[in-house]
């Protein structure tokens, strides 16, 4: 049975951080590329970033980008989203997903997903 589960997530102030962390089981983890969505109240789930099999390669949502890192470590079959500079805007439920590829993950194709952890910024 494969499980993602996420964790890191909380209420912060406008421009601090937050990491959070998807720890992954069940799964041949380094099979996957492994990415992070949010969806607010009232919109739709959206993609925030992903990355490659074996972390050589990332991609973010242009809203993010600066500001989000994201990474994964093989060994713990773990992704994480470490956050910074965040903004009300951010506010969202935050889900770890994986994927077969990347054309995949920007289809929405996604293999499995977390149950998300809540993320809140206030201004």
């Known amino acids: 049975q494969v499980q993602l589960v996420e964790s890191g997530g909380g209420l912060v102030q406008a421009g601090g951080s937050l990491r959070l962390s998807c720890a992954a089981s069940?799964?041949?983890?380094?099979?996957?590329?492994m990415a992070w969505f949010r969806q607010a109240p009232g919109k739709e789930r959206e993609f925030v970033a992903h990355i490659s099999l074996y972390g050589r390669s990332t991609y973010y949502a242009e809203s993010v980008k600066g500001r989000f890192t994201i990474s994964r470590d093989n060994a713990k079959n773990t992704v994480y989203l470490q956050m910074s500079s965040l903004k009300p805007e951010d506010t969202a439920v935050y889900f770890c997903a994986a994927a077969v590829t990347y054309s995949a993950v920007q289809a929405g194709n996604i293999a499995y997903w977390g149950q998300g952890t809540q993320v809140t910024v206030s201004s």
């Open positions: 069940g799964l041949t983890f380094s099979n996957y590329v």
